[in-house]
């Protein structure tokens, strides 16, 4: 088995389940376990964590922290009373970089909470789950969508840049372009991707998801080549590339659960992960690397393994191994490589028409690059979707 490693990362990221109990209940939500406990992470004891590894001498130059739950603003007063005291300290210098992170469904939000927010904007950051059109958000997040949207305003003004979270699902699939327009027309941003559990149905079903999806990104390639203003979201800016590029992780990609990523739950145990914890499996897992080492054989021989999405928390909860990746999504995700293949021509249409006078050795490699990735992502992703679907990339001359 190839070596298991991490890419190397001069940041850690500490993430704290604050609580388990959450007051929606969405259809997608991989926390089967939630909302049996009441125990709750205190201050006093996140404090302790986030000062050892402020004080820690291990080479990271940077700290996120992040808030987690369940529904994190249940416990609004354990954020305040943390991201105080932390700005309060006098930490020695040179000190680390840090970010505070709440991720939020957005419906607990009062005035005192946003008025603290506001205040304190410099320091944390409100990450919202929205999953497009009232139709989309009802339907996935407990008809919850009138009770976000009376707080849009208030995150348009105090974290323009902060992308939401928009979760697609196959009751949903069918409205991801409409939804992705109405988020801008809201005037936030947006990240979004179908979810990696097993949700599709029969291979009919997934069949027809796929084909939906393809749809979707057809109409969005276009959208965003049109407006360059707007970031793109992660889903359609997969690094093509990197498939021809030798690296020394080019066999593994891993979030860093476990080494520079770990994560607290309610009754103050370590996981790697909060997906590795009793909220998310039966099986708690303390240690990622004593899981097997079993594989996924197909996944082990696609060339495009490397940049493939993958959590090892989910991998662990299916297979009961980290690295024996789940599937279920593997055709979305191919389907969204032709979409960057789409993108990648769009943004270079000179490639195909051969090298420019003066071209550099390094201009003529990542243009070789490019064009071997887009026929690659054709020749490979394509036969996924079948006759007759738009989201194809150019036929390009042999």
């Known amino acids: 088995m190839p070596e298991r490693r991490f890419d190397h990362l001069h940041m850690k990221e500490m993430i704290f389940v604050l609580t388990d109990n959450c007051n929606l209940n969405c259809v997608y939500c991989y926390e089967n376990n939630k909302n049996r406990s009441d125990k709750t992470l205190s201050a006093e004891f996140i404090k302790s964590r986030i000062r050892g590894q402020m004080l820690a001498d291990d080479g990271s130059g940077e700290l996120w922290i992040d808030f987690f739950g369940g529904e994190p603003l249940l416990e609004f007063n354990t954020i305040a009373a943390v991201v105080e005291w932390f700005v309060a300290t006098a930490w020695p210098q040179p000190s680390k970089a840090f970010r505070f992170l709440v991720e939020t469904n957005g419906t607990l939000l009062d005035d005192r909470m946003k008025q603290w927010f506001s205040a304190h ?48 699902g196959p009751d949903t699939i069918d409205q991801v372009y409409e939804g992705v327009l109405h988020i801008y027309s809201l005037g936030l941003q947006v990240d979004f991707d179908v979810v990696f559990e097993d949700v599709w149905g029969d291979a009919e079903a997934e069949r027809r998801a796929v084909r939906t999806w393809a749809e979707q990104l057809d109409k969005l390639v276009p959208f965003y080549f049109a407006h360059p203003e707007l970031r793109r979201p992660m889903v359609l800016t997969r690094n093509l590339e990197h498939l021809f590029t030798r690296t020394t992780t080019e066999k593994r990609t891993f979030c860093g659960a476990g080494k520079y990523v770990t994560s607290f739950t309610p009754d103050g145990i370590e996981y790697p992960c909060f997906r590795f914890a009793p909220i ?28 493939c999405t993958t959590c090892e928390g989910h991998n662990y909860s299916v297979t009961g191994s980290c690295f024996k990746r789940t599937a279920f999504h593997c055709n979305f995700f191919k389907v969204s490589l032709l979409a960057c293949a789409r993108l990648l021509m769009l943004d270079h249409p000179g490639d195909l028409s051969g090298p420019p006078e003066g071209e550099s050795k390094e201009e003529q490699l990542n243009r070789m690059r490019r064009l071997l990735a887009v026929r690659a992502v054709n020749d490979l992703c394509s036969p996924v979707l079948g006759p007759g679907v738009l989201a194809q990339v150019h036929n390009l001359p042999r």
Request: hydrophobic share 35%; charged share 30%.
């Open 121 to 168: 904007r410099d320091y944390v950051t409100l990450g919202l789950s929205l999953d497009g059109t009232k139709d989309a958000h009802d339907r996935n997040r407990s008809n919850s969508y009138d009770q976000v949207a009376k707080h849009i305003d208030f995150f348009r003004k105090n974290w323009p840049q902060q992308p939401v979270k928009m979760t697609i």
């Open 280 to 307: 998310a499996v039966g099986e708690p897992l303390l240690d990622v690397f004593s899981a097997p080492g079993l594989e996924n054989e197909q996944c082990a021989k696609c060339p495009f393994e490397k940049i």
